[in-house]
Structures are given as structure tokens and as C-alpha cells.
């Protein structure tokens, strides 16, 4: 074509693809992700021909899969159906499902995707995980004033009061990648408070700037009956000639009586408030610095409830990772045992596999089975230690504490439980597989 010869480009079609993106396809439609989705597929057909422990697969998960949506979810809101799809195929490979067999899922991905001191493994929920990446745009939009493309966006949808963000979206035309970003802004503007310079920016009444809440919240009377609800802070402070100022609040009517307690209260908030030279800028609250991150919006945005988890005893501990990895599944109570195979529909005689005496549950066949607890006794009395047993996993790590061991036994004696419950485990597999052979 002469475009070709003229300017030296090459001719394709759209949609394609340009530094990574898609150019020519609805930024919200599902195919826009079939790139993330095969590389996906790509990582896992590699490593499904390796021999893996869940510790393994758990790593493998974190270091790779979890960051490989990552651009384009710092863009795009991700679709729930790809979401789901994408959640589906890291489950998979951490319980080493397999083409036409799929393993027992023993812990459910809403625990797992938890931070391990609520008992999680750390991954990541990825629709909040979206939420907080597209959130640093609405940061960013707040600072970089005289940035091009937050001018194109205002130049589209107007600047909304203060200029910390664009007017609400309301078309149903027209850029809707911003529409999607400026939909989380009541979210993110929660963790925001506004530190006072000149006032300009500031709406007295309805921002954060004055304490943890708006003034309209805290002094809801006094709000009712403001001459102007909606003006900024700079147009209520007059300024003296000596460089100073004093707050000029004005009200429609005179106080009652029994609206003076609440006006002192409002004098004495405001009171330690001035306005300085400088513009106003937003501060994250939930971070110490004031400055945004994508880890601390992801954090604020989980509901995390479980806060009983040894995840100290569980993870922090020189053992293989594949034993913690059993010790968190122990936790949970969710090992492969007699009595929650049976839960899942097995049926099956409930007997421990080692003693042949009581029902089998995880508590049982760690802690007390006879067998087991000679075990026990053997390791306690090398440290010189006599215990009562608490009667279930978690308790047992939660109080597995001792004082006054030299450095080299103390870093042994973090070992011991998790690494004996991966040994009772691995002694009654093999207890499993003779009885099997037997019968055979």
C-alpha cells in the first residue's frame, strides 16, 4: 500500500495490540484479558510436569501468577466472569488439580486470600487488589495539577469542587476507562483527609479537614443553620493585618439556649485551625507518611476477622515449607482425615488409623492419640518440659511458648510441633498404604 511506502509504517488491523495493550476493542470486554488468561495457561504447562509440594505451588503462585494481571488491572476494572476465571486457575494448581481429576480443595480461597496473621496464605483478592491499583489514578489526578492528561479528563468531564477530582460521570458516552476509575472515589476519598493552606480547595462543611470527620457530622445543628453550607474554608476566614485571621462563620438566625453548648464545641474545634499561605494538599490517613500506596488501600479494603491464628508458630520457624504449609492446613482442621472424608460424602468407618481406637479427627491423630502422645512425651522430656495438652492444633501453637532456652535449642523448640505433625502425618500415610498392601 502507498501509506506503507510513503511513511515507512507498517499496516495492520484492529484491534491489535500496542506495548501490551489492546487498541480496537472495548476496554471492558472479556477478550481484552485473553492475553493475561493464555499466559496463565502458558506458566502452569510448564510447571504441571514438575513434581510439586503445595509449598512450592503456593511460592510459584505469589511470585508469578498473582503479578501477571497486574498491568492491566492498574487500567482496567477487571470483569467478575474473568475474575473468576483467573481465581479458578490459581485454586487449581495450589490443590494440583489435574486435567479430568480434580483433587479436594481443603481450605476455602476467601481464607487464603487473608494475610497469614488472620490465617491466610497471602494471595490476593483480586477485584479489591483492582480497586486499589486504579485508586493511585485518583491520587495522582488529586497532585499532578498541571499534568497533560489530567487536563484532557477535566477538559472532558469539568473539575468537581476543590479540583481533587473530575464532576461525577453521568453520559453514557465517551472515555468510559475514566468513568470506571472515577466510580471509586467516594471509596478512596474515606481515607483522605486534607491538610489547610490556603483554604481554596477545601469546602468547609463537607471535607475532611478538621478532624476525623466533616463538620456537617460532627456539629449537625450548626450545619442546618449555616448561611452558606457550601462554601469553602478559605472564603470563612478573615484575614487581620498583623498577619493573621480569625474564622468568620455565619448563621442564618441566632443561636437558642439550648444550642450554645454545641456552638462552644465548634469554636473550640475550629479554633485550633489556621490558614496559612500555600495550597492545600491531600494526606492518606491510614499510612503514617500521608503518602498513598497501593498495599494499605488493598489492606483497608479486606475484611480480616481471625485474629486467634498462630501464623508466628505456623510460618516463622526454619522448618521445610511444606510443613507449614500442613501445620496451616492442620489449623484449619482441614487434613485428610477419616472424619472430614466422611463430611465430604465418603463413606467409611471413622477409626484412627494409628491407636484403632477412638473416631479420627485432626485434634485426635496429632495430639491424642496414645501412639501420638508417646511421641510427644519423648520430645517434651528431652526439654525438660511436662505440658498438659490443650485439646485442638491452634491452642496447642498458640501456647507453645517457652523462656529462658540458649539461642540454638530455642530455634529448635519453634520446630517441634510443626515438624511433628508433618511425621505423624507421614507415619499414618505409611500405616494407610501397608494396610492397603495387606489387603491386597
Not at 135 to 146: A, C, I, T, V, Y
Not at 286 to 308: A, D
Amino acid at each position: 500500500m502507498w501509506t506503507e511506502s510513503v511513511f515507512g509504517c507498517k499496516v495492520g488491523n484492529l484491534p491489535t495490540t500496542y506495548l501490551g495493550l489492546p487498541l480496537g476493542t472495548p476496554h471492558n470486554s472479556c477478550r481484552v484479558w485473553d492475553g493475561v488468561e493464555e499466559r496463565f495457561k502458558r506458566k502452569l504447562a510448564t510447571w504441571k510436569k514438575q513434581y510439586l509440594f503445595k509449598g512450592g505451588r503456593l511460592t510459584l503462585i505469589k511470585s508469578t501468577l498473582s503479578n501477571l494481571p497486574i498491568y492491566f488491572m492498574s487500567l482496567f476494572v477487571i470483569p467478575r466472569k474473568v475474575r473468576i476465571r483467573l481465581e479458578k486457575i490459581q485454586r487449581e494448581f495450589l490443590w494440583g488439580d489435574v486435567e479430568g481429576r480434580r483433587r479436594i480443595h481443603l481450605v476455602r480461597w476467601t481464607a487464603i486470600c487473608k494475610d497469614k496473621k488472620y490465617g491466610g496464605l497471602g494471595l490476593r483478592y483480586l477485584k479489591e487488589f483492582n480497586h486499589a491499583l486504579l485508586g493511585k489514578w485518583l491520587w495522582r489526578f488529586s497532585l499532578e495539577r498541571e499534568s497533560f492528561w489530567r487536563k484532557v479528563i477535566v477538559g472532558k468531564f469539568g473539575e468537581g469542587e476543590g479540583g481533587w477530582i473530575t464532576r461525577e460521570v453521568r453520559e453514557s458516552y465517551g472515555m468510559s476507562l475514566w468513568k470506571d476509575i472515577r466510580k471509586g472515589w467516594e471509596e478512596f476519598f474515606l481515607r483522605t483527609s486534607i491538610c489547610i493552606g490556603n483554604g481554596r480547595c477545601t469546602r468547609f462543611w463537607w471535607d475532611y479537614w478538621a478532624g476525623e470527620s466533616k463538620l456537617k457530622e460532627l456539629f449537625p445543628l450548626l450545619f442546618r443553620i449555616a448561611s452558606h453550607n457550601s462554601t469553602l474554608v478559605a472564603d470563612l476566614w478573615g484575614r487581620q493585618g498583623d498577619g493573621g485571621g480569625r474564622w468568620e462563620v455565619h448563621f442564618r438566625r441566632p443561636f437558642h439556649d439550648w444550642e450554645l453548648g454545641e456552638v462552644s464545641r465548634f469554636l473550640s474545634h475550629i479554633s485550633a485551625i489556621k490558614v496559612q499561605e500555600g495550597e492545600d494538599s491531600l494526606i492518606w490517613k491510614i499510612e503514617r507518611k500521608g503518602k498513598f500506596s497501593v498495599k494499605s488501600y488493598y489492606r483497608s479494603l479486606k475484611v480480616e476477622n481471625n485474629p486467634l491464628f498462630p501464623a508466628k508458630e505456623v510460618w516463622g520457624s526454619r522448618a521445610p515449607l511444606r510443613t507449614h504449609f500442613f501445620a496451616w492446613e492442620a489449623v484449619w482442621g482441614k487434613i485428610s482425615t477419616v472424619d472430614m472424608l466422611m463430611r465430604r460424602g465418603w463413606s467409611m468407618v471413622n477409626r484412627c488409623v494409628l491407636c484403632k481406637e477412638n473416631e479420627e479427627s485432626t485434634d485426635h491423630i496429632l495430639i491424642h492419640c496414645g501412639k501420638t502422645r508417646e511421641l510427644w512425651t519423648v520430645v517434651l522430656s528431652s526439654f525438660g518440659v511436662v505440658w498438659v495438652f490443650p485439646n485442638s492444633v491452634r491452642n496447642l501453637l498458640l501456647e507453645w511458648k517457652i523462656k529462658g532456652l540458649e539461642k540454638k535449642r530455642s530455634v529448635v523448640w519453634k520446630m517441634v510441633p510443626i515438624c511433628l505433625f508433618w511425621c505423624i502425618w507421614g507415619e499414618r500415610i505409611e500405616e494407610c498404604f501397608k494396610k492397603k498392601r495387606s489387603q491386597i
